[in-house]
């Protein structure tokens, strides 16, 4: 396909009311001006008409909300060894394949760098990366074979995370079976749907949501080597657990011996109040009800035993068929615009770090990915023995609370 020119650009932006980006175009070199042109070209205009516009979705009468009940401890426990069975003889054929989300940066821990680099280690270094890759080879060593394992990253911190995997041999991981892609982007805009200029040569681009991982994965041509594997169910898991089991045995013998298109894991909430998102049904089919979609009534409920009936909060760590995640493909995801805090450069060609939401970024989530299954197996997990997310510097799911629990579940720090 031959590079669009300035004048088709220019044209393109006068129709949709963007010239703005061409404003340093007469300033840089002819290969950034290539560039800029390529990147304008690119971008997708039916997201940036997306604001403004009212969403077009179910009203809260036309919602059916119910609770979705999970598998219980004590089932879990009294089915362990028919489960693992199940779960080991598919990991052993290699029909599981694990997929990391780790496009994003360590910001909100004050640390520039991709998030899994983050050293959470207290005596000697102990990365995020590291303890994944750690708990997934509990995994492979279990089942005596390796699960092929999908590296997610961004555009911003591709090259550093490839470069740190090779710095430190894969944390024993066999190289072969590790593979990373790069996420889609999506152009970032300020209130008025103006695309914001990063740099006066690149537009603001950002990755486009954690529900992005599967067409991302994709395009990077890995669907074709899944198939060639043998792979009928992927996993997906975010870069921020440090606990999470990765394709554990019982787990993926329990969602395999289900029939459900997938599975999550959860934990029992905390508290009614816990800010944390809850599998449910909506209109008959699996749905994550975002905590501060919860009305007072849903939080309180309670069944005939004074169990809440809400109370499954959602890891981010999920086991979805394959098939089933080609045939929604086809599909659009639903595309969130969310308030962010976006740099840019203003009129005078500075750079502004706004302390203040700006703009929008447009993002799919995976949450919509469950809705569109017709069915999911809740598998409740031991709150103190898989979830220590690393969200924040201090204070609640932070790096000291996540310290503490790792310590607890004999991790040496």
């Known amino acids: 396909m031959s590079s669009p020119t300035y004048e088709q650009i220019y044209t393109l932006l006068?129709?949709?009311?963007?010239?703005?980006?061409?404003?340093?175009?007469?300033?840089?070199?002819?290969?950034?001006?290539?560039?800029?042109?390529?990147?304008?070209?690119a971008i997708d205009w039916n997201l940036i008409h997306m604001v403004g516009q009212k969403p077009v979705s179910e009203t809260e009468a036309e919602k059916k909300i119910e609770p979705l009940g999970a598998m219980e401890l004590s089932e879990i426990e009294q089915r362990h060894d028919e489960f693992e069975a199940i779960g080991l003889e598919a990991l052993r054929a290699q029909k599981t394949g694990a997929v990391l989300l780790a496009g994003g940066q360590g910001t909100r821990l004050g640390f520039d760098k991709p998030k899994g680099m983050f050293n959470i280690g207290v005596t000697r270094p102990l990365y995020?990366?590291?303890?994944?890759?750690?708990?997934?080879?509990?995994?492979?060593?279990?089942?005596?074979?390796?699960?092929?394992?999908?590296?997610?990253?961004?555009?911003?911190?591709?090259?550093?995370?490839?470069?740190?995997?090779?710095?430190?041999?894969?944390?024993?991981?066999?190289?072969?079976?590790?593979?990373?892609?790069?996420?889609?982007?999506?152009?970032?805009?300020?209130?008025?749907?103006?695309?914001?200029?990063?740099a006066k040569d690149r537009i603001s681009l950002s990755p486009n949501g954690n529900g992005g991982w599967f067409s991302s994965l994709c395009r990077a041509g890995y669907l074709e080597d899944m198939h060639k594997k043998g792979i009928e169910w992927l996993s997906v898991f975010s870069v921020d657990n440090v606990l999470q089991r990765i394709n554990d045995p019982v787990y993926v013998g329990a969602v395999l011996a289900s029939g459900c298109d997938c599975g999550g894991k959860v934990v029992r909430k905390a508290s009614p109040e816990e800010r944390v998102g809850v599998l449910c049904k909506e209109s008959g089919k699996p749905a994550i009800v975002e905590y501060y979609e919860m009305t007072d009534d849903m939080r309180l409920l309670r069944?005939?035993?004074?169990?809440?009936?809400?109370?499954?909060?959602?890891?981010?760590?999920?086991?979805?068929?394959?098939?089933?995640?080609?045939?929604?493909?086809?599909?659009?995801?639903?595309?969130?615009?969310?308030?962010?805090?976006?740099?840019?450069?203003?009129?005078?060609?500075?750079?502004?770090?706004?302390?203040?939401?700006?703009?929008?970024?447009?993002?799919?989530?995976?949450?919509?990915?469950?809705?569109?299954?017709?069915?999911?197996?809740?598998?409740?997990?031991?709150?103190?023995?898989?979830?220590?997310?690393?969200?924040?510097?201090?204070?609640?799911?932070?790096?000291?609370?996540?310290?503490?629990?790792?310590?607890?579940?004999?991790?040496?720090?």
Not at 15 to 40: G, T, V
Not at 170 to 179: K, N, V
Not at 360 to 382: A, N
């Open 128 to 198: 995020i990366f590291e303890c994944l890759i750690n708990n997934l080879m509990d995994v492979v060593k279990q089942a005596g074979a390796w699960v092929p394992l999908y590296i997610m990253t961004s555009q911003k911190n591709h090259e550093e995370t490839t470069s740190f995997f090779r710095e430190h041999d894969y944390f024993g991981y066999d190289p072969e079976y590790i593979h990373f892609f790069r996420q889609d982007m999506a152009p970032s805009v300020d209130y008025n749907g103006k695309v914001l200029l990063e």
């Open 14 to 41: 006068q129709e949709q009311d963007q010239l703005h980006l061409l404003k340093y175009y007469e300033e840089l070199e002819p290969d950034r001006q290539a560039s800029l042109l390529e990147q304008i070209s």
């Open 303 to 413: 069944d005939e035993n004074g169990n809440l009936l809400y109370n499954f909060g959602v890891t981010l760590n999920y086991l979805f068929r394959l098939k089933r995640l080609e045939e929604i493909r086809t599909q659009k995801l639903p595309v969130h615009i969310v308030e962010k805090k976006i740099p840019y450069i203003n009129e005078k060609g500075e750079e502004v770090k706004p302390e203040t939401p700006n703009g929008y970024k447009f993002e799919e989530l995976v949450l919509d990915m469950i809705h569109m299954m017709d069915s999911c197996l809740p598998y409740e997990i031991v709150r103190e023995n898989e979830f220590a997310p690393v969200k924040n510097r201090e204070g609640v799911d932070s790096v000291d609370t996540a310290r503490e629990l790792l310590t607890r579940n004999g991790v040496q720090l």
